[in-house]
């Protein structure tokens, strides 16, 4: 069923119902098949039946309502973006319909707005997670992936008990469900529920999985069958490194610590930048996050990283020490030479 585009637009639907009925008259046998199921009971097809055809192949039972779909469709663009979930309730309460609708142009003309407002599902935005409920609620189209990154955990346990298999799936970019979960920010209790169900259901975490939860086991299992992994990027172009020195949870410090030695030990590229979060580089989330204190930052400048190093918005690890109030790691970093960029 074909979803409704970016703008939707009442009058070119008006004339592809008023050609529908052309067609029909002139006896298009493919025209008659389209609006044979949406007859009146008029012995030919009238414009009624051809605006009633196009409403319920857009998923609206009448042509009225197909109108007030279209009209509600900006309204909803609104309300997604940047977050008002009592509004975009409201709409989907009158027009479900549009919960499976493109809201705006992309390079991916298949993306819903479920799967675009579920990226955005991040713990600092929580008005963002409750639009995203709101368009699940009204019958949005919501994968594995997708329920797993809102953090809906009902739904990902409804999902695996219908199809166990589910548990392998990935979305379009290549990225599973506890990737997805996990990763990424992410809203932190739920999505660390759905990774714990997921490890119960047996999904193997990855390299990045086991690494944002301190896995050191896993990841030295992991680098012991193919080394080249501390190399790799996740499908965000993120590396391992980039997720072990800030990882969601583990045995304290020194689980970071026995992690990013693991990676580095094992080839990982300390100047490997972040494309997903302004190429930032390992060390500067040191800065940012102090999940390990100084003992990390030593770490990484011992595997060569760049005490001063900028980022895409050409900050230093300093920067993001002092602007986080991560006194010991500026304390550490100034020993080392570490200085402020003067731009933040």
């Not at 080394?227 to 800030?246: I, N």
């Not at 060569?304 to 602007?323: E, F, H, M, Q, S």
Request: aromatic share 4%; net charge negative; hydrophobic share 40%.
């Amino acid at each position: 069923m074909p979803s409704l585009p970016v703008r939707p637009d009442l009058d070119q639907y008006k004339t592809q119902a008023k050609e529908l009925l052309a067609a029909c008259v002139a006896g298009d046998e493919q025209a008659l098949a389209r609006v044979a199921d949406h007859r009146s009971r008029s012995e030919s097809p009238i414009l009624s039946d051809t605006q009633l055809t196009l409403a319920r192949e857009h998923g609206f039972d009448s042509w009225p309502k197909f109108k007030r779909g279209i009209e509600l469709t900006p309204e909803l663009r609104a309300a997604l973006d940047p977050g008002d979930p009592e509004r975009a309730r409201e709409i989907l309460a009158e027009a479900p319909q549009l919960a499976n609708c493109i809201p705006w142009p992309t390079h991916r003309p298949d993306t819903s707005a479920i799967e675009i407002i579920s990226t955005a599902c991040v713990w600092h935005r929580p008005r963002k997670h409750e639009v995203a409920l709101a368009l699940i609620a009204a019958g949005a189209s919501c994968d594995i992936t997708v329920a797993a990154r809102v953090g809906d955990i009902e739904r990902v346990r409804a999902l695996l008990d219908a199809d166990p298999d589910q548990i392998d799936h990935r979305d379009t970019r290549g990225r599973s469900a506890m990737y997805r979960a996990g990763c990424v920010y992410g809203k932190f209790n739920e999505g660390e529920a759905v990774v714990d169900l997921l490890l119960e259901r047996g999904a193997l975490p990855d390299i990045f999985v086991a690494s944002t939860f301190a896995m050191a086991d896993s990841v030295e299992e992991l680098l012991s069958k193919d080394p080249d992994l501390a190399k790799s990027v996740d499908p965000d172009g993120m590396t391992a490194l980039h997720w072990a020195v800030r990882p969601r949870r583990g045995d304290g410090p020194d689980a970071s610590i026995r992690l990013t030695k693991l990676l580095l030990e094992a080839g990982a590229d300390v100047h490997a930048t972040d494309p997903a979060e302004d190429d930032m580089m390992a060390l500067h989330h040191v800065g940012e996050w102090g999940a390990a204190g100084p003992e990390q930052a030593d770490l990484l400048l011992e595997y060569g990283a760049d005490v001063n190093a900028k980022c895409g918005l050409g900050w230093t690890p300093l920067d993001y020490a002092i602007d986080r109030s991560r006194v010991d790691i500026a304390d550490y970093l100034k020993s080392k030479g570490g200085k402020e960029s003067g731009v933040r």
